[in-house]
């Protein structure tokens, strides 16, 4: 009984810590949702009068922008992490997420003022590419350390939750708006709305982000620096990183490949292609991704816990084997159907084992660095795969399917998915050589043949 009293407030506090941590994700994913989402309405305000095109390819640009800055978020916002703590981090990131959308909100038109309106757009998209860019590796470093051993995989898998919960909370106010204004006001002024309701939810999250307790690894870390001898200077940050765990680096960019394009195509081109090579109606569409996503947020935790249970190397298996397996079939199959039953069965079959990887993303990188790199060791290889192979995940799909050899892009995925398989292969189980339970002083837990002991 007494086992029982003292355990619940310890779970209450690491599932308000998680929420906490959480809804910042959320709000991040959501605010940069919304920028893509309401772009067609927006483009002519920021960009002077005349062709459409050129006014969507100006604010598509101004979005690749702020895609390119996340790796610099990844390193800056991971240093910083690593430094000064995850709670203060995740703090000054979901600010600067807030205040860009607050940017963007408030700004008047190019008619007003000239070329100021663009300029501060893009400053707007840089300060949200930094706080993006720096969110995962902070965030999943935090929600790693504040996880009860044996448990982590189950609370680290919501931070994809988040993101998720996010795109959906976007496409939630985008048709709320669609349906309530018409589209001269939402040209006019209903496209800031949802970039003010972002600001507010921000600084909102800011606020409780504030009284996040801090992870006791980076507490330790913090005494730990403390007592050591101000004589012997420890590395930290970019240097130490790279001389001292570059297997580690390149096992998060391998592990990372795979998983993020599969993820950019199963859950953001996937709409356009049964749009433009199914068929599908846009309505059907938007209908069949919003319930097959909802259904991939909901699986996380479930991949998360199995992984828990039976390690994180049998999951990330399951998830590369079905990605090379079944990519080119799904992707065939799912060109040629005019059933919307089907689309959603296919699409959330493609999801469902991309949550192999999805849900481990944060906890089978984090749990390979030690304390003093976490964030920046997680944060940065990450965000330059997804700057990279997840931003050039749509342009290379359509690049092929205007060449006539769209079938390429399907062994693409196909070929990415298989880095991952053998990243994977070559990688210790993270789960039974984790810094996060051996402490700072553990040994580096790298890219390897050679088995681990299982443990106790």
């Known amino acids: 009984m007494s086992q029982s009293r003292t355990s619940l407030p310890g779970r209450s506090r690491v599932t308000a810590n998680v929420i906490r941590g959480c809804l910042g994700n959320l709000i991040e994913w959501y605010d940069w949702f919304v920028y893509a989402t309401f772009s067609v309405y927006f483009a002519s305000v920021f960009f002077p009068e005349g062709n459409q ?50 940017t963007i909100a408030l700004t008047p038109g190019h008619d007003t003022i000239g070329l100021g309106a663009p300029l ?38 919501f931070q994809y939750v988040s993101i998720v919960l996010g795109q959906l909370a976007a496409l939630v106010v985008a048709i709320g708006l669609q349906n309530t204004l018409t589209d001269a006001q939402l040209k006019s002024w209903g496209w800031r709305i949802p970039f003010v ?15 996040m307790e801090e992870s006791e690894q980076f507490r330790q870390e913090q005494a ?34 795979g998983g993020t394009v599969a993820f950019y195509t199963y859950t953001t081109y996937l709409q356009k292609y049964l749009v433009n090579t199914a068929g599908l109606a846009k309505s059907t569409v938007s209908l069949v991704g919003f319930c097959a996503l909802f259904v991939y947020m909901l699986l996380q935790p479930a991949a998360g816990a199995l992984s828990d249970r039976i390690g994180r190397r049998p999951v990330m298996f399951g998830f590369s084997l079905c990605g090379m397996f079944l990519t080119v079939p799904i992707m065939t199959v799912l060109g040629h159907t005019r059933s919307p039953w089907l689309a959603f069965l296919l699409m959330t079959v493609a999801l469902a084992f991309t949550s192999g ?8 990188k984090a749990e390979m660095f030690p304390t003093k790199v976490r964030a920046l060791g997680v944060g940065l290889p990450h965000a330059l795969v997804t700057a990279t192979f997840g931003g050039l995940t749509e342009p290379i799909a359509l690049a092929l399917k205007k060449s006539g050899h769209e079938i390429v892009f399907f062994w693409y995925v196909t070929a990415c998915i298989a880095l991952t398989f053998l990243a994977t292969v070559l990688v210790r189980e993270p789960s039974r050589a984790s810094l996060l339970e051996a402490g700072t002083a553990a040994a580096p837990s790298g890219l390897t043949t050679t088995p681990t002991p299982q443990g106790s």
């Open 197 to 211: 309701i972002g600001a507010a939810a921000g600084l909102a999250v800011m606020y409780l982000r504030r009284s």
């Open 224 to 257: 730990r620096t403390t007592r050591q001898d101000p004589a012997v200077e420890e590395r930290k940050g970019l240097i130490a990183l790279f001389r001292e765990y570059p297997r580690q680096i390149l096992a998060v960019f391998g592990l990372a490949i």
């Open 53 to 102: 095109t050129a006014q969507l390819l100006s604010t598509a640009v101004v979005f690749a922008v702020g895609f390119l800055m996340r790796p610099l978020g990844g390193w800056l916002l991971g240093a910083y992490a690593d430094r000064y703590g995850r709670r203060r981090a995740l703090t000054l990131s979901v600010t600067l997420m807030s205040l860009g959308s607050l």
């Open 357 to 364: 990887y999805s849900a481990l993303a944060a906890i089978i």
């Open 120 to 157: 501060l757009l893009v400053v707007a998209r840089l300060a949200q590419g930094l706080s993006v860019g720096g969110e995962f590796g902070s965030s999943a470093s935090y929600l790693a350390e504040i996880a009860p051993a044996g448990r982590r995989g189950f609370y680290s898998s």
